[in-house]
Nanobody, 122 residues
Framework: QVQLVEAGGGLVQAGGSLRLSCVKSGGTFSNYPIAWFRQAPGKEREFVAGIIRNDGGTYTANSVKGRFTISRDNAKNTVYLQMNSLKPEDTAVYSC???????????????WGQGTQVTVSS
């Protein structure tokens, strides 16, 4: 049984940084597509970034490009989202989602974590 568990959310001031992690258990991990989505109150779920492999297999939304970096450590079955230069508009619940491919549409994903809250104060 596949499970995704996020960690690393919290409260940070604007301009600060956070690193989220998503640990996958069950099934294979290497090259398994995993993405990060976020959902702010009253808004639709938004694609943030996705990864298949570290070398050229990453995808990042324009809204966070240059500030957020997605990576994976296959030895730890973990995908990370490094978030720098955070803005109040980045405040949302961040969730990781798994397989079978990286798309920006959340309905295409099979597995979801429970989400972690990120709050950026101004």
């Amino acid at each position: 049984q596949v499970q995704l568990v996020e960690a690393g959310g919290g409260l940070v001031q604007a301009g600060g940084s956070l690193r989220l992690s998503c640990v996958k258990s069950g099934g294979t991990f290497s090259n398994y597509p995993i993405a990060w989505f976020r959902q702010a109150p009253g808004k639709e779920r938004e694609f943030v970034a996705g990864i298949i492999r570290n070398d050229g297999g990453t995808y990042t939304a324009n809204s966070v490009k240059g500030r957020f970096t997605i990576s994976r450590d296959n030895a730890k079955n973990t995908v990370y989202l490094q978030m720098n230069s955070l803005k109040p508009e980045d405040t949302a619940v961040y969730s990781c989602a798994g397989g079978p491919q990286i798309t920006t549409n959340p309905i295409d994903y099979i597995y979801w974590g429970q989400g972690t809250q990120v709050t950026v104060s101004s």
